[in-house]
Structure formats: structure tokens, C-alpha cells
């Protein structure tokens, strides 16, 4: 099994958890829980690949500083390779305080290193690691490396190398660039406010999805509790619900179903209806704990070791 090489963000979060709506005027609020755990949507995409037994790198950039320390020791603990795991030593190590209520989270986010990554640091990653797969996570928050994406996706791709797209929310929520990207991408996987900001005509959600999908890549919808769902090319469609749980943070819980997703095509499943099975899962049990990588599962897990 040949490596996927993540290429995203890497910041730290800070989980706080029970009365987290904060009030102003300077009121200070008692909360259930504080943790401070590895974060940003790439680095938690590559810690689910690699506990799912697949061979895992991450290119992303931290600062010289506690956090990036932090950051690459937890990387490393969960068995990805940090060794494209550039450090800046004048930026910060990005920071995302996770506001997490039972049914609903509020981000807020200051970007530090994170918006620095550029396409010649995937490039040599990709040419050192020898991987197959590439997966591009928080494509709005890297305003530098989204303008160059095209052109390293047509030469990745031309390369036999595949491609997939995690685009996260757009904080200015204007979705520039993505649907000229989707030529180059074999699986972009929108969660549900994603697609319907990405694809705004069609009337209902797998419409939306069959629109981008006709664009070029498989599309791979995140559905929370329901579990997900996809729409190939050629229109069509394939489901798996999700798994009942008690849920304890939800953060991270749609890069845990990418993980899942991406482990299953790395371990060679064919069946689209098993690879929704194992994100669905994958993104189910990740609630279970704290953090994007408190509870993130492993084959035993999905029942297949």
C-alpha cells in the first residue's frame, strides 16, 4: 500500500464545552471542559488515515513555538510522518477555539502559519513520499496554495497520482476557485452546507451534487448523524447511515468520515456502497471523544480487522 500525502492546515484547537454562547460586557462564564488537542482539518484527516492502517504523510507548515511543538509530537504519536512539516520561525502555530455544544459548534480561528503553504512544498512531498494519493484539506483558508492548486493538480493527476478535496467552510463565504478545481479532482467531499453553498441552483441536495459531480470528480456528501451519501459521474447514487451514538464533540467528525473514506479507496475497496460504510462509521465513532483524534476509529472499529 503506497502513502497519501495530506496537505492542509496544522493548528492547535482549544475544545471548550458547556455553556460556551459567549455574553459581553465582561461576564465570566463557567465551562464543563477545557482541552487543548492536535487540530486543523488536515492533520486530522492524516491521524484517522494513519490509525485506519494506512501508510500517511502530512505537508503543512507550524510556527517555532509551543503549539507547533504540540502539534507535530501528536502527529507523530498517531504514526504520521511529520517530515514535510515545514517550520516557520517568525509565525505563529495556528490556533482554533472550538465552542462545542451538543448539536452544534461555533469556530473561531487565528490563522498564523497556516495560510503560508505553497505548492512547490506538496510538489517535493509528493516526489519524496512516492504517494498515490493526494488529499488538499481547507482550501479557503490557504489563499496562497489554492491560486497555484490548478496547475499542481493537472501535473499530480497527469502523473497518476489521484486527487481529493476537502473545501471546509469559506469564512468570507463567497466559494471562489472551487468548481474551475473540480477538473482536477477525482473526489471532492462537501459537507451538507458546503454542497448547497457550492452548487446554490438545483432543488434539492443530490441534484446539487449530480451538478458539481458533472464537472469531473465523485461527490462524496457528509450528512452528520444520517451518515453520507455520493454521486458519481455518470448520476449515480449510493448512501450509508450512520452509527447510533451518544455524542460527545462532534468536532472534527466530517475529517474522521474523510478518513474513512480515503482508507477504505487506499486499502483497495471497490464497493462505493463499503467505502460510505466505512466513513459513515469512521465519522460516527469519532463523536464518542473529545477533539478531532480523542476517538477516531480503527478497522477493528469497522469491522473489518
Not at 490556533?95 to 503553504?117: C, E, H, K, M
Not at 432543488?203 to 448523524?225: E, F, N, Y
Not at 472534527?252 to 462505493?272: C, K, P, Q, V, W
Request: proline letters at 5%.
Amino acid at each position: 500500500m503506497r502513502t497519501v500525502l495530506v496537505a492542509g492546515d496544522a493548528n492547535v484547537d482549544l475544545v471548550l464545552r458547556g455553556d460556551v454562547v459567549p455574553r459581553f460586557g465582561q461576564a465570566e462564564q463557567l465551562l464543563d471542559s477545557g482541552e487543548l488537542v492536535l487540530g486543523g482539518s488536515a492533520s486530522i484527516v492524516a491521524c484517522g488515515l494513519a490509525r485506519l492502517g494506512v501508510p500517511t504523510a502530512l505537508v503543512a507548515r507550524v510556527g517555532d513555538d509551543p503549539f507547533g511543538r504540540f502539534q507535530r509530537d501528536g502527529l507523530e504519536a498517531a504514526g504520521v510522518s511529520t517530515e514535510h512539516v515545514e517550520v516557520d520561525r517568525d509565525l505563529p502555530t495556528g490556533l482554533s477555539v472550538i465552542l462545542s455544544a451538543p448539536d452544534d459548534r461555533a469556530i473561531l480561528t487565528v490563522p498564523g502559519t497556516i495560510p503560508t503553504l505553497r505548492a512547490a512544498a506538496v510538489r517535493a512531498a509528493l516526489a519524496a513520499t512516492g504517494a498515490a494519493h493526494l488529499h488538499v484539506a481547507s482550501y479557503f483558508l490557504q489563499p496562497s496554495l489554492a491560486a497555484e492548486l490548478p496547475g499542481l493538480l493537472a501535473e499530480v493527476r497527469a502523473a497518476g497520482v489521484t486527487v481529493s478535496l476537502d473545501t471546509n467552510w469559506d469564512p468570507a463565504e463567497r466559494w471562489d476557485g472551487v468548481l474551475d478545481l473540480l477538473a482536477h479532482v477525482d473526489v471532492v467531499l462537501p459537507n451538507l452546507a458546503e454542497l448547497r453553498a457550492l452548487a446554490a441552483g438545483p432543488r434539492t441536495d443530490v441534484d446539487r451534487a449530480r451538478r458539481l459531480a458533472s464537472l469531473g470528480p465523485r461527490v462524496v456528501v457528509k450528512a452528520g448523524a444520517d451518515g453520507g451519501w455520493s454521486v458519481d459521474p455518470a448520476g449515480a447514487f449510493f448512501e450509508a447511515p450512520g452509527l447510533p451514538v451518544d455524542v460527545v464533540d462532534t468536532t472534527g467528525a466530517g475529517d474522521s468520515f474523510d478518513a474513512g473514506y480515503l482508507a477504505a479507496l487506499a486499502h483497495g475497496i471497490a464497493d462505493e456502497a463499503e467505502r460510505l460504510r466505512w466513513a459513515a462509521g469512521a465519522g460516527s465513532l469519532s463523536t464518542l471523544g473529545s477533539g478531532g483524534t480523542g476517538r477516531q476509529a480503527s478497522l477493528a472499529d469497522l469491522g473489518v480487522a
